[in-house]
């Protein structure tokens, strides 16, 4: 099994402060994604990254993958109440149908 | 569009009671279908998956059990609940290809008294 370690576990921040999440593994990945889930849904998908050495930007969220395809980061600049969730990263389990190994996620509180 | 729906949102139900949670997509033909369950406030465990009708892949042995029998249902069913089938559970597609996005369902909220 591809285990993807993520931290912090816990985040909680004001608003306007900046922050990075980290998603690591000892295996490569060919990809690896990020959602963002609020409590009693389900997930939704931020990114796909593909390339090492990729970085995607979403307004004030920056995603990089690392040169070698086992980490991955996300950045938020002037964090807002709004960002306030659950962040997972998954990474393709290619033996298991496209499903989606998944990081323990990194539970973000941002308060006014 | 495409759309995932599952039902019930939550449910309360004593040990040793059978489980049969329903998950139905919309918009799409041949999806890859999957289970998963999350501890509270953590990441997704893979449970079950799906490439076509009957055709199940189990990941983690279990009391819970899955099927497929049509081409955008998949149902997810235990024959005696134990304590330790509480969480939450997600219903997910994505299309057969790589660097797909999963689409999930709003989950059941399953409690086992």
């Known amino acids: 099994t591809q285990l993807l370690e993520q931290s912090p576990q816990f985040l909680s921040i004001q608003e306007g402060e900046n922050l990075t999440v980290y998603c690591n593994s000892s295996?490569?990945?060919?990809?690896l994604q990020w959602y963002r889930q609020e409590p009693g849904e389900g997930p939704v998908l931020l990114v796909t990254?593909?390339?090492?050495?990729e970085v995607k930007k979403l307004k004030r969220l920056t995603f990089q993958f690392g040169d070698a395809r086992k980490d991955s980061s996300l950045h938020i600049t002037a964090a807002q109440p709004g960002d306030t969730g659950l962040y997972l990263c998954?990474?393709?389990?290619?033996?298991?149908?496209?499903?989606?190994?998944f990081g323990k996620g990194t539970s973000l509180l941002v308060t006014p | 569009s495409q759309t995932i729906h599952q039902w019930p949102a939550t449910l309360v139900q004593p040990v040793g009671s059978p489980l049969s949670l329903e998950c139905t997509v919309e918009?799409?033909?041949?999806?890859?279908l999957y289970w998963y369950r999350q501890a509270a406030g953590r990441g997704l465990q893979l449970l079950f998956y799906?490439?076509?009708?009957?055709?199940i892949s189990s990941e983690v042995p279990q009391n819970l059990s899955a099927s497929r029998p049509q081409d955008r249902q998949f149902i997810l069913s235990s024959k005696k609940l134990l304590l330790s089938d509480s969480g939450f559970y997600l219903c997910?597609?994505?299309?057969?290809?790589?660097?797909?996005?999963?689409?999930f369902g709003d989950g059941t909220r399953l409690s086992i008294l």
């Open positions: 799906s490439v076509g009708i009957g055709q």
């Open positions: 918009g799409t033909s041949n999806p890859n």
């Open positions: 997910a597609w994505s299309v057969t290809a790589a660097y797909q996005p999963q689409h």
């Open positions: 295996s490569v990945f060919s990809s």
């Open positions: 990254v593909v390339t090492g050495g």
């Open positions: 998954a990474g393709l389990n290619s033996n298991s149908g496209y499903a989606l190994n």
